[in-house]
């Protein structure tokens, strides 16, 4: 039953079409997510899916978000977390990444402003807008 938050596609879109790429960081069991990303249509938009039983390590350890800056030879200084929970944003802040939040999603009830991200928004296509700022 699971479905895309709204403005989901049309930010992941943007992302693609902008030429940044794209990798997804879950703590999530493989198992479980790569028939998730399929059932939601987006798992081909991921050049690298981590999983929470990828490496021996997961999120708020920084070690998946190194892991998928290697593989895409960037920096991690100039890689870029969207998250959504405060094990997101330890581990971007541990990774040396910046971390956009969403207002919602997996966060226990608490606001994500408390955890300090960089920015928040409450829909995947502001993102258009905090990028085209930040050039």
């Known amino acids: 039953r699971s ?3 709204p403005g989901i596609r049309e930010g992941l879109d943007y992302l693609k079409s ?3 790429p794209l990798g997804c960081v879950t703590n999530k069991a493989a ?10 249509g987006i798992a081909d938009e991921f050049a690298i899916i981590i999983s929470g039983d990828t490496l021996p390590q997961k999120k708020p350890d920084p070690a998946p978000l190194l892991h998928a800056a290697k593989f895409f030879g960037i920096a991690p200084a100039a890689s870029l977390m969207i998250g959504d929970s405060v094990s997101d944003v ?36 502001e993102i258009m807008q905090l990028l085209e700022k930040a050039a």
Request: hydrophobic fraction near 40%; proline fraction near 4%; charged fraction near 20%.
């Open 3 to 5: 479905r895309l938050y």
């Open 18 to 20: 902008a030429g940044y």
């Open 31 to 40: 198992q479980f997510t790569g028939p998730l990303l399929r059932d939601l």
């Open 90 to 125: 330890k581990a971007a802040r541990a990774a040396g990444f910046q971390i956009v939040c969403m207002s919602y999603g997996y966060n226990h009830g608490v606001d994500i402003r408390d955890a300090r991200p960089d920015a928040v928004i409450d829909a995947m296509t």
